[in-house]
Structure formats: C-alpha cells, structure tokens
C-alpha cells in the first residue's frame, strides 16, 4: 500500500483506521489490500493498465478484484459515483496493483505482459 495515490478519481485521501487499505472521498472510494487471490471465475475479467481484474456488479457499488495477483487488491467504487468512471479508478490505483506479485496469466485472452 505504499504506492496508493493522494487522489483517486480526482478525490483527495481521506483518513482510514485501517491497516492494509485506503480511501478517497465522501463516499469513499476505497482500497484494500491483502485478501486472497481469487480462483478460477465466471465473472467478467477485464484488464486495466495492465492489471487484470474481476467485475462484481451484483451490489449497487462496484467491485473490482485484482486476478492472477498475490495477495489480491480489492477497489469499491460507491454507486454514488457514474459507473462510466468506474474504471478510472483503476488506472489511479495501477501502481498499487502492479507491486502485487503476479500468480498467474490474468484473464483468459490477455497478454500477461
């Protein structure tokens, strides 16, 4: 976590009480690392600035999960904010996700490189 940005989705850092995670704005949007790397998975996979990640949009916020990474990042984008612009939040944590040690080839049919 030491590569977490100040902003994310142009929101400044906001305190956190929480080891391994961080957040950005009201509602935060948050990230924490150190869950464990996800299996094999049906949900939609989708590589962002070359991190590969899972899509939960079963919940109103949006979910991303890192896949084919040790430990796994997980990023809750509130649904407060367009989820047009869900994704940009993952192209502001990428250097935090990128230090993640890769496991795996990531999403079928990406270039794991």
Do not use: I, K, N
Not at 79 to 94: E, I, K, M, Q
């Amino acid at each position: 976590m030491s590569a977490v940005p100040r902003t994310v989705l142009g929101l400044a850092r906001v305190p956190l009480d929480l080891s391994g995670a961080a957040a950005w704005g009201r509602p935060a949007v948050t990230a924490r690392c150190g869950l464990p790397a996800p299996g094999p998975s049906v949900a939609p996979c989708l590589a962002v600035d070359g991190v590969d990640w899972l899509l939960d949009l079963q919940h109103a916020d949006v979910r991303f999960l890192t896949f084919g990474r040790s430990p796994a990042l997980e990023v809750v984008v509130p649904h407060r904010y367009p989820r047009t612009s869900a994704t940009s939040a993952l192209v502001d944590l990428a250097p935090v996700a990128r230090a993640l040690p890769r496991t795996g080839s990531g999403c079928q049919g990406t270039d794991p490189t």
